[in-house]
């Protein structure tokens, strides 16, 4: 799964002491350590709460965390205790703030009710379930391990589930992006593109495809350090096209602020140079990084104070 031995070692213990009872169970995950002594203040209240409701299929598990600082770390525990409730594969309530035995029971009530669990289910139904929640998991630790900028797990990781999964589960979106995206943060352009290519026209169109593809559009050839400095240094002569090409570079080289800065900048200076290039630029950098994000929407509003004022 593109991890070292000790992380595959307790994602598979993790998977068989979380993941498989929560296939149809609500799985409270208590993270925790000797140490804490909030912690040992809380223990006795989940046990006895779990134990009240484990004729509905509750079920109380336990990570240390100095023992799982893997599965802490991807589960990005900042503080503890940290209280989740699992469901199929994933979390689906955090109870960490229910610390007396009314508000957990409160919150377990309400999370019953909304969650088909059947309370006399032995384990879990491999075939109904398709493997799907372990897919689910793999795939949010790809976007973790992106997050983290540690590009060449991730690319390992989604390699891994496109080879070893079914066609129908490697084909999905989410998994085709995540590859592509990894790709071309390690620097694998020439791979993303190919990767890109292969996909299907109807995958192209899927929207977190789309956005790869948006991104491997505006990635471009990485320059080094150097020329992408001979290029910053070209560009602040004025010449639109030398500012361009810079801004070009910079994205691509994942520098985003100094690329929408100077982007911005040539918009306020002539807004109608090269039909509205900088303008166009700018609406791609924020397709491929995603409308919804945060840098994107103060940037769009930076773009919107500077075209109506």
Do not use: H
């Given at each position: 799964m593109g991890l070292n031995i000790e992380e595959q070692k307790a994602v598979e213990r993790?998977?068989?002491?979380?993941?498989?009872?929560?296939?149809?169970?609500?799985?409270?995950?208590?993270?925790?350590?000797?140490?804490?002594?909030?912690?040992?203040?809380?223990?006795?209240?989940?046990?006895?709460?779990?134990?009240?409701?484990?004729?509905?299929?509750?079920?109380?598990?336990?990570?240390?965390?100095?023992?799982?600082?893997?599965?802490?770390?991807?589960?990005?525990?900042?503080?503890?205790?940290?209280?989740?409730?699992?469901?199929?594969?994933?979390?689906?309530?955090?109870?960490?703030?229910?610390?007396?035995?009314?508000?957990?029971?409160?919150?377990?009530?309400?999370?019953?009710?909304?969650?088909?669990?059947d309370p006399n289910a032995a384990g879990a139904d491999s075939d109904a379930t398709n493997g799907m929640p372990e897919v689910e998991q793999l795939i949010a630790m790809g976007e973790q391990l992106l997050d983290a900028g540690e590009t060449e797990k991730a690319v390992q990781l989604y390699t891994e589930i496109v080879t070893a999964a079914p066609p129908e589960i490697a084909s999905r979106a989410e998994i085709q992006s995540g590859l592509i995206r990894a790709l071309l943060a390690n620097g694998q352009h020439d791979q993303a593109q190919a990767a890109f290519d292969a996909l299907t026209d109807e995958q192209k169109a899927d929207p977190a495809v789309a956005q790869a593809g948006a991104q491997l559009e505006l990635s471009g050839e990485k320059v080094d350090e150097g020329e992408l400095?001979?290029?910053?240094?070209?560009?602040?002569?004025?010449?639109m096209d030398a500012r361009y090409a810079y801004a070009e570079a910079a994205f691509a080289a994942r520098q985003r602020d100094a690329a929408a800065d100077e982007l911005l900048s040539m918009v306020e200076a002539d807004r109608e140079w090269n039909e509205g290039a900088a303008r166009t630029k700018l609406l791609q950098i924020f397709e491929a990084v995603g409308l919804e994000d945060a840098w994107v929407v103060a940037t769009r509003r930076r773009l919107s104070k500077i075209l109506f004022g």
């Open positions: 993790f998977q068989k002491e979380v993941v498989e009872p929560s296939m149809t169970k609500l799985v409270v995950l208590d993270f925790w350590a000797e140490w804490c002594g909030p912690c040992k203040a809380l223990a006795p209240m989940l046990e006895k709460v779990a134990a009240q409701y484990a004729d509905k299929g509750v079920v109380l598990k336990k990570i240390n965390v100095d023992e799982e600082q893997f599965i802490a770390s991807q589960f990005q525990v900042q503080s503890i205790p940290t209280v989740y409730a699992m469901f199929q594969g994933r979390p689906v309530a955090d109870l960490t703030s229910a610390r007396s035995e009314s508000q957990l029971t409160q919150a377990l009530d309400q999370i019953l009710a909304q969650l088909p669990i400095a001979a290029l910053r240094e070209k560009a602040q002569g004025g010449d």
